[in-house]
């Protein structure tokens, strides 16, 4: 889908509601199965909002010890053309780094030696940054055109980057560009754990890659196809069907040895986002009408709905596996919606406590890799002259940091260094 059919989409979607301006394309798309689903919700009637961390509601103990005092940097990826580092230690931004125009929310991906960032663009250029020296290296030009989400392999050697007809393997240490792997559609891409497979996300079925030969096998039916989590052992990737026309939304397991399918695990609801739980055999999905709702991916049981009286559009799970947070959406008013942070912890399937934030926000939520700091998003001003930050949540006691502005720059990714 091209982007002018996606904007024609989104007029239709959102007549008689105030313009949202310029968004990247999958934030577009993303947009538009929010707003199909929960228009009643939509932050967009709001014709200003201010922004402020206004109340932490505690409900019961946190879910573990979580570190008080982050470290490291996190890397955003600020629409349209920046990559801007946040210090984690003093919520404070470095100097922006320049690169060319990128209109994905998953334009970037990090090795795994955490030495080297790594930056799509639709103009069909690979953009490596030192994450030593916050310095663009030179590109490498793929040839191709409209690249979006970028995944490298566990070992870091290949990148996998999705463009309009297919999806390209890179060698990055020779920065040599492989054949292009063929697919009608590709979202993103997700890499087995063993770097055995690779999975193409289409938007209706799942296209298993033989990373050895970079060849595609047959692609596996997924109705609605809305992520791909893997066992806490690797060795099953499960892919998320919200639903279609005969059935709700299902699980569908896939072998990462063998790419066979296994049996279904039907979920009896409409499901839109699922995460897995680190070293856990938990996953938790996003139904479509509000709550969260763990999933036993061994046996198959559905478990109870966990209500959060919100509407999440992202579910992150804590590094230590003993909580989930939800970046939500909630009314306060007719015309006006504010937005949460809910910890839910895992161990009780309770919600722990609420970060209420008032404003409007594109649904960005990222976890630092020490479990100690909460990054959403928060925009302040009119829907046509809107300004974006950054709003650190340090998780220990739910307090937030100092927001770290971005100006007209819209925060669309993160990835954690150091």
């Not at 959403?376 to 930050?389: F, I």
Request: charged share 20%; net charge positive; hydrophobic share 45%.
């Amino acid at each position: 889908m091209d982007e002018n059919a996606l904007r024609d989409m989104l007029e239709r979607a959102t007549r008689e509601e105030p313009p949202m301006g310029h968004l990247p394309i999958n934030a577009l798309r993303k947009g538009i199965r929010l707003r199909r689903r929960r228009r009643a919700q939509s932050a967009a009637t709001a014709a200003v909002a201010a922004v402020a961390v206004v109340a932490v509601v505690p409900t019961l103990a946190t879910h573990g010890n979580v570190a008080t005092s982050a470290q490291g940097t996190a890397y955003v990826a600020a629409w349209p053309n920046r990559i801007v580092p946040v210090n984690l230690a003093t919520d404070t931004a470095g100097r922006s780094i320049p690169v060319a125009t990128f209109e994905s929310r998953t334009p970037m991906a990090l090795a795994p030696n955490g030495r080297t960032l790594y930056v799509t663009s639709p103009a069909g250029l690979v953009t490596p940054i030192d994450t030593r020296t916050d310095k663009a290296g030179p590109p490498i030009n793929l040839h191709v055109q409209q690249l979006g989400a970028i995944t490298l392999t566990p070992n870091g050697q290949i990148a996998y980057v999705v463009a309009a007809t297919g999806v390209v393997p890179v060698d990055l240490a020779t920065r040599k560009v492989q054949r292009m792997i063929r697919t009608p559609y590709a979202e993103r891409v997700v890499v087995a754990p063993s770097g055995k497979f690779a999975y193409v996300e289409g938007q209706q079925d799942v296209i298993p890659i033989r990373v050895a030969t970079d060849t595609a096998l047959r692609p596996i039916q997924v109705a609605w196809d809305e992520g791909i989590i893997f066992s806490a052992d690797g060795r099953t990737a499960y892919a998320l069907s919200e639903h279609d026309k005969q059935r709700l939304g299902e699980l569908i397991p896939i072998s990462t040895t063998t790419s066979a399918v296994g049996r279904l695990i039907h979920l009896g609801f409409q499901a839109n986002t699922v995460v897995g739980i680190p070293h856990s055999r938990l996953a938790y999905l996003e139904e479509d009408k509000g709550p969260v709702v763990p999933v036993n991916l061994v046996t198959g049981r559905v478990g109870k709905a966990i209500d959060i009286d919100a509407f999440p559009g992202v579910l992150v799970a804590a590094p230590d596996g003993k909580a989930v947070y939800a970046f939500s959406s909630y009314s306060i008013s007719a015309t006006r919606s504010g937005f949460q942070l809910t910890e839910i912890s895992t161990v009780r399937d309770t919600v722990v406590r609420d970060v209420h934030i008032k404003g409007l926000s594109f649904e960005l939520l990222a976890i630092s890799p020490d479990g100690s700091t909460g990054l959403v998003t928060a925009g302040e001003g009119s829907l046509t002259d809107m300004t974006e930050q950054l709003v650190p949540i340090h998780l220990a006691n739910n307090t937030p940091g100092r927001p770290v502005q971005f100006g007209h720059r819209l925060p669309v990714a993160v990835v954690f260094a150091g």
